[in-house]
């Protein structure tokens, strides 16, 4: 059984920092697209930033220059280094993995970001 567990989520100011971590567990790590995707309150979930197992990295529109993926295999964890966060960050993050090969996908609980302006 897969599972993913998120940290790091939490309150704070805009213009502040935050950094997401998702460890998986049960998994091959080093097959799995991981992704990071957020959910606001009435809002479709959305994709935020994704790497592959290779490390290519892409990210919305919306975050680039300011969030940074990336992953440490050896630690199973993929990171999300929130920099100049703006209140419309707000949501819930949530973690996905994708294995390439079968293509199960599994999804975090999820942590709450807040950011107040």
């Known amino acids: 059984q897969v599972q993913l567990v998120e940290s790091g989520g939490g309150l704070v100011q805009a213009g502040g920092s935050l950094r997401l971590s998702c460890t998986a567990s049960?998994?091959?790590?080093?097959?799995?697209?991981m992704g990071w995707y957020r959910q606001a309150p009435g809002k479709q979930r959305e994709l935020v930033a994704g790497?592959?197992?290779?490390?290519?990295?892409n990210y919305a529109d919306s975050v680039k220059g300011r969030f940074t993926i990336s992953r440490d295999n050896a630690k199973n964890t993929v990171y999300l280094q929130m920099n100049s966060l703006k209140p419309e960050d707000t949501a819930v993050y949530y973690c996905?993995?994708?294995?390439?090969?079968?293509?199960?996908?599994?999804w975090g609980q999820g942590t709450q970001v807040t950011v107040s302006s």
């Open positions: 049960g998994s091959i790590f080093g097959r799995n697209e």
């Open positions: 996905k993995s994708r294995d390439i090969y079968n293509a199960l996908t599994y």
């Open positions: 790497i592959t197992p290779g490390g290519s990295t």
